[in-house]
């Protein structure tokens, strides 16, 4: 796993500093979706975190992101006694992105990629799994600043071990490195 974390971000380094990069996207966020593993569906919600580059000779970004879904009641204050399981996912995904800029203040993004999931859904049990996930959002912005906000929805899929599935509804916010 570090090590796909390394390679991963020894891509994108090389792309920030060549010549024909020109842009890079830091985005965080929350959300609230759903997560499953042949089980019915829990209430997760989701944290966000991606890396998008723009190159000149690609007609799509590229796009890293990482989401963790838990059980919400996790997060809960409760006695220190109780020892209670709470399922979770967590997604890496490597793709492409279409943005499109719709006039001076909205902005929409697709995107599609390869996920790799880290199904912890049942307890005892943590495995692997290798599937696709897509994602669509509207952005708000301002053309002269480099932070935007934006809302949308991702949904995954995955083909191998118990098959987790996962969506979820969120807010992010955006920020723009411009190469000049």
Known sequence: MKKLFILFFLIFASASFGQ?????????????????SNSPEIGAAAFHLSLSQQLDFLPFRLKANYTY?????????????????????????????????????????????????????FEGLDNWAHGITFS????FMKKTSPLWF??????????TGNRPNFGDFYLKVNYSFVKI
């Open 20 to 36: 024909d990069s020109h842009e890079t996207i830091v985005s965080g966020g929350i959300g609230y979706g759903s997560i499953a």
């Open 69 to 121: 879904q838990r059980d919400p009641e996790y997060f809960l204050p409760m006695s220190e006694t109780t020892k209670l399981y709470y399922s979770y996912l967590q997604i890496i995904n490597f793709g492409a992105e279409l943005f499109q800029n719709v006039g001076d203040y909205v902005c929409f993004s697709e995107y599609f990629a390869y996920a790799l999931v880290d199904d912890a859904v």
């Open 136 to 139: 669509a959002e509207i952005g």
């Open 150 to 159: 934006s809302a949308g929805f991702n949904y995954g899929l995955t083909f």
